[in-house]
């Protein structure tokens, strides 16, 4: 072999390894392949299935395939988060994560599938607004003067939220507790029973997420007295935060969240480019404008942030469960 040939032969060999050891450096997952699906965990027409549908329908657009909404509603949503923790993890199956799903983390005595581990968040989605309401006729014209008639009569006052174990019933408890309240908490089975025993005046307030009660607020049928946001509600401007009461209340917040999930072996470059294109979405003003019409606001995000709020869920809602005695179903 001549040295013009050896030369030739240690090149073409040093060119052949270079590229062996960058393939899979670059290498990208193709991604989509095929349509895409988010499983959620509620019954059509409500606030989840709400935002998966209006986020679903821009992201077909950007990422040219398909994307179906799949409504499995259960308790703690079970049948949805088993149905994705089990799919492939190839990025096509996505969850509709939120509150609730941490929620359930603390609630059930066990669950197909762990909430943190075979999980990937993609990002968030929206949040939402809580709030104290009460009647129109109620004799509380004021969030002060219904913690101040709280504090002076232990016990007697009632209010209700949607069944135990939600986030309402558990953002009450809490609530009670960083107020140093003695109240009763009612759970029914939802929201428009709830909002029926208050107009009745079996309740003294109720507490429950926004949307399905600003038609009564609306209407005047109910007063809101308080969010329980850091923040003012962008609808009611007017509504005091209960952090604005300070005292023992003064870094109180509790609100709602839904986001996106894959399941956790999902390839690293899938998540990150479905988190991008999420976010994308979620800027775009008339994804803002429809998910405002019910009271929900807009807020795309990081993985990590995703996982974050997520996590510190599954913690601040399993000690409140755990200080509510609440047995674990």
């Known amino acids: 072999m001549t040295a013009l040939t050896r030369r030739v032969c240690l090149a073409g060999a040093a060119l052949t390894a270079i590229t062996l050891l960058a393939a899979p450096v670059?290498?990208?997952?193709?991604?989509?392949?095929?349509?895409?699906?988010?499983v959620v965990p509620n019954a059509a027409?409500?606030?989840?299935?709400?935002?998966?549908?209006?986020?679903?329908?821009?992201?077909?657009?950007?990422?040219?395939?398909?994307?179906?909404?799949?409504n499995k509603p259960s308790a703690g949503g079970i049948v949805a988060g088993e149905m994705v923790a089990r799919s492939d993890p190839d990025g096509h199956t996505m969850?509709?994560?939120?509150?609730?799903?941490?929620v359930s983390a603390g609630l059930f005595k066990s669950l197909p599938f762990d909430t943190l581990k075979d999980f990937a968040p993609v990002s968030k989605l929206a949040s939402f607004d809580l709030v104290i309401a009460v009647a129109e006729g109620s004799r509380f014209k004021s969030f002060a003067e219904f913690l101040a008639y709280g504090r002076a009569n232990p016990g007697k006052l009632n209010i209700g939220t949607p069944q135990v174990g939600t986030t309402q019933n558990l953002a009450a408890e809490l609530f009670l507790s960083s107020a140093g309240l003695?109240?009763?908490?009612?759970?029914?089975?939802?929201?428009?029973?709830?909002?029926?025993?208050?107009?009745g005046g079996s309740l003294d307030a109720m507490l429950d997420i926004l949307g399905p009660v600003m038609p009564q607020?609306?209407?005047n049928a109910l007063r809101p007295l308080a969010m329980l946001s850091e923040k003012r509600a962008l609808n009611l401007p007017e509504v005091p935060t209960v952090q604005e009461s300070g005292g023992s209340l003064a870094k109180f917040h509790a609100g709602s969240w839904n986001g996106l999930a894959v399941p956790a072996k999902t390839p690293r470059d899938v998540v990150l480019r479905l988190s991008r294109e999420i976010q994308a979405v979620m800027e775009m003003p008339e994804v803002k404008k429809r998910l405002s019409e019910v009271n929900l606001y807009a807020q795309g995000s990081t993985p990590e942030q995703a996982a974050d709020i997520l996590a510190q869920d599954v913690k601040r809602w399993g000690e409140v469960i755990t200080k509510a005695k609440i047995d674990k179903q």
Do not use: C, H, M, Y
């Not at 027409?45 to 799949?70: C, N």
């Not at 969850?95 to 941490?102: C, D």
């Not at 003695?182 to 107009?199: E, H, K, M, S, Y």
């Open 45 to 70: 027409g409500g606030a989840a299935d709400i935002t998966a549908r209006t986020v679903g329908q821009k992201l077909s657009e950007v990422l040219g395939q398909p994307v179906v909404i799949e």
């Open 217 to 219: 607020i609306k209407s």
């Open 26 to 38: 670059g290498a990208q997952t193709a991604f989509p392949t095929k349509p895409l699906k988010i």
């Open 182 to 199: 003695q109240a009763q908490i009612v759970p029914f089975n939802g929201t428009p029973p709830v909002i029926t025993a208050l107009r």
């Open 95 to 102: 969850l509709l994560i939120s509150s609730g799903t941490a």
